[in-house]
């Protein structure tokens, strides 16, 4: 996603730069399929690299679908369009973690807003009003659902308050707010237009074998598919999170032990290249309505869906981050850390230190398989926001075609088992429960999921709660960490221990950011183009 946003920045801050960008994937921007509503329809396809999680011990053995683009602009031609920012704490604690106040939300922010083209005036100082991206909203396409107004009370009654001007993307999330999407009037907006290339060399379907690294630890270009070299000055590698660890490990950076074990030349034992990978897992369940002739959901009669506006978006009005109580997640801290009496400091670990949303809840307006979309049911999506459970990227052999070894680790730790079982329980209150105007007045029941007992908000215990996520946790795509800045990358992205090496991709990210994390990878590539830009000399 970001390479064609580096190059074009790039080219644009050094006209005189001779930047080559080679992509294993094809060149969609003229494929108009690609720009339309069905967001994620593309999972599976022929954009997608579709990879396979190992086997995950935390889900029983079972594997999981870990889609990642494979086309110019990468998961941009691909993804689901949600456009959420983390919160202040989010990148506050990355400027801790490697110690740059670069890092953090004010001096991420100019950067956010250099991608935004916001789609009002309401949060000026947070969102920007001619950056790349046009940001849009249900209210701004005029998609005002059925069950919007009924949705934002049963929140306020639930005391998760509506956040100022309605806005979860302005560094303060907990609370609920309007769906964002990085949409043009309901048009996908992939990289590669959104980033113009003009002057960038640009070489499609062509898969990059390694990066050339000489005997004294400076990349001096890189080996294609074919054999071929190419020399140059620098190289920056944007292969995803997936990718770039592969990369670095088929070029000899990586750790040894792994290197050693695939008779690969070590240029430098980098051992945590591979490393701190993490993602979000989601979890979906089904509602029944007490009266689907109300017309609360896609596929009921209501005509009102029919109308073009209502394609423009995802079927969803607001976004609320819930917490989760202080005491549960000291509890569940000590006890993946083996403290003893179970009391930990509370300056010591990162979820203490800060106040966080530690869980996404959406409502949406349609049913999830296995329960067609006929009206009679709607759906809540939950995501994790801070998992502590990391995983690994590893090589599967010495050839660049192999799929990388991905193992995801999810589910590992109290607190994320802690988390869930909060955060189910809650969704069941607030969805079936009678302190809601949605539990006493919209919602039937919710609809077990087929060999499974129905959540139930008092009644349902940790152990059942725990069979659910392992059986119907799913990877929201949103891998990274597995380059981390301040372990691989220093701080102006650069490979520590080679030289003329850049990282900028979602591997860089050394956090698990609170946040579907587009947004975020788009403002650090922002920042690291200009970062390069003025190592160059050049006046921003
Ligand atoms: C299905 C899906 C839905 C998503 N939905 C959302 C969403 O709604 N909101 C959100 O915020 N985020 C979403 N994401 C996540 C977001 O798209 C990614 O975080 C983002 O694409 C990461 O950007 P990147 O540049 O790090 O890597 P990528 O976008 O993966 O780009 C890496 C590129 O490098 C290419 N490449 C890899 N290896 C090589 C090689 N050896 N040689 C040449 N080229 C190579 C790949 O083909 C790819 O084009 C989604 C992701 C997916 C897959």
């Known amino acids: 996603m970001v390479a064609t946003e580096v190059a074009s920045r790039l080219k644009q801050y050094q006209p005189s730069a001779r930047i080559l960008l080679v992509e294993a994937g094809p060149d969609v921007s003229n494929d108009p399929d690609i720009l339309q509503f069905s967001t994620l329809n593309f999972i599976g396809g022929k954009f997608d690299w579709g990879y396979k999680s190992t086997p995950q011990k935390g889900y029983d053995g079972r594997q999981i679908d870990v889609p990642s683009g494979r086309a110019l602009g990468g998961g941009s031609v691909i993804n689901g369009c949600g456009w959420f920012r983390g919160s202040r704490s989010d990148y506050d604690s990355w400027a801790e973690v490697v110690n740059d106040q670069r890092w953090s939300y004010e001096g991420q922010l100019p950067y956010f807003k250099k991608t935004e083209k916001w789609y009002n005036d309401k949060n000026s100082d947070e969102h920007g009003r001619s950056g790349t991206m046009h940001i849009e909203s249900p209210i701004s396409t005029n998609r005002i659902y059925p069950l919007a107004s009924t949705v934002e009370k049963a929140w306020e009654e639930f005391h998760v308050r509506q956040l100022p001007h309605n806005d979860s993307n302005a560094g303060a999330n907990i609370g609920f707010g309007e769906l964002n999407e990085n949409r043009a009037q309901g048009a996908r907006q992939i990289a590669p237009l959104a980033y113009p290339l003009d002057g960038v060399t640009v070489l499609t379907n062509t898969l990059v074998n390694s990066i050339i690294v000489d005997a004294s630890n400076k990349a001096t270009g890189i080996q294609l598919g074919d054999g071929?070299?190419?020399?140059?000055?620098?190289?920056?590698?944007?292969?995803?999170?997936?990718?770039?660890?592969?990369?670095?490990?088929?070029?000899?950076?990586?750790?040894?032990?792994?290197?050693?074990?695939?008779?690969?030349?070590?240029?430098?034992?980098?051992?945590?290249?591979?490393?701190?990978?993490?993602?979000?897992?989601?979890?979906?369940?089904?509602?029944?309505?007490?009266?689907?002739?109300?017309?609360?959901?896609?596929?009921?009669?209501?005509?009102?869906?029919?109308?073009?506006?209502?394609?423009?978006?995802?079927?969803?009005?607001?976004?609320?981050?819930?917490?989760?109580?202080?005491?549960?997640?000291?509890a569940a801290i000590a006890k993946d850390e083996g403290v003893n009496g179970g009391v930990v400091d509370p300056n010591h670990h990162h979820l203490l230190k800060r106040d966080w949303a530690l869980m996404e809840n959406i409502v949406m307006y349609l049913a999830i398989p296995p329960v067609p979309t006929d009206g009679t049911h709607i759906s809540t999506a939950q995501m994790a926001l801070k998992p502590t459970s990391r995983g690994s990227v590893t090589i599967a052999s010495a050839d660049p075609a192999d799929a990388p070894v991905i193992d995801p680790n999810y589910f590992a730790t109290e607190v994320d088992r802690t988390v869930w079982r909060h955060s189910l329980r809650r969704i069941a209150a607030f969805m079936a429960g009678e302190d809601t105007v949605l539990g006493r007045e919209v919602v039937a029941e919710k609809t077990p999921f087929p060999g499974f007992e129905r959540i139930d908000a008092a009644g349902s215990s940790d152990a059942y709660l725990d069979s659910r996520v392992k059986a119907h946790g799913v990877s929201t795509f949103h891998g990274c960490g597995t380059c981390s800045m301040g372990k691989v990358v220093d701080t102006e992205l650069r490979v520590k221990g080679v030289e003329n090496l850049r990282i900028i991709d979602a591997s860089v990210i050394p956090i698990a950011v609170g946040a579907h994390i587009q947004a975020t990878v788009y403002a650090l590539a922002e920042q690291a183009a200009v970062i390069i830009a003025k190592e160059k000399g050049v006046a921003i």
């Open 228 to 330: 071929t070299k190419v020399h140059a000055d620098e190289v920056i590698v944007a292969a995803g999170a997936y990718r770039t660890p592969q990369l670095l490990m088929l070029s000899g950076l990586g750790p040894k032990e792994t290197l050693d074990r695939h008779d690969i030349a070590v240029k430098a034992d980098i051992p945590d290249v591979g490393q701190n990978f993490n993602d979000h897992v989601m979890v979906y369940l089904n509602w029944k309505l007490k009266d689907p002739s109300k017309g609360f959901a896609i596929g009921s009669s209501n005509e009102i869906f029919a109308e073009p506006r209502f394609a423009t978006g995802t079927p969803l009005s607001h976004v609320a981050y819930t917490e989760v109580p202080r005491a549960a997640l000291e």
